[in-house]
């Protein structure tokens, strides 16, 4: 990964750790059981979580009886995982700093290999995902959860320029079909999962960390959107408060022979 994002992603996951561990889109149980069905991994089974994060998803792979590795690259999240897993008493976990690309690992190593929430952060999406692919098994499923933007493309525009204002660390939110693309350049056809996150302005912004004067940008971007949905997430106020919503999809597949 290029060294300059790098850096970038460290500094705002090193100030974000507490907070992204604490946040409830991360903690939804729901959705990482969602995540972990789409595997289709059993028990005994071994699986490798990319760009981890504070460990959410590696932990409930563990606590389903799955041997369940974690690697990020921002060694504060790693420690907040390393926290998670003790307080849930998980010893069939494993840490490692690490970035997505090359991954520290041999060919076919892993059941599954999975990837959460991080693909818009990354600078080469399909470098991740063929690195992901190696050292996935054949017949292993390769899993990517992330939120999509928009088909319309100024409205696709405008969210992913409020989000590198909201979080300089983002490089860009896909639209669906690019996704799905980086799946079907090698092969693969994936199962689609769908689900929403609904934020609030406020919260979402105390648990920001833009850079210095345009955490204003970012509001007046969301309050906008408000009259004319130019976000494309469904942004409405609700009791005096503004909602919006990441859409967001699991797409799934399985390694073919020879891939």
Known sequence: MATDNLDVIRDQFTKQAVTFSQSPAMQDEEAIRLLIKASGVKPGARILDVACGPGMVVCGFAASGVRAVGIDATPAMIERAKILAEEKALPNVEWQVGVAYPLPFEDNSFDAVTCRFAFHHIPSPIEAFSEMRRVCKTSGVIVVCDAYTSDDPARADAFNRMERLRDPSTVRFHRLGELERIFQQAGLTPTRHFYRVPFEMNTLLKASFPNEGEAGLVRDMI??????????????????????????????????PGG
Request: no cysteine.
């Open 223 to 256: 309050e906008q959107s408000v009259k004319d949905d130019s976000l494309g997430t469904g942004t409405r106020q609700n009791d005096g408060q503004i909602i919006f919503d990441y859409s967001v999809v699991i797409l799934a597949a399985e390694k073919q």
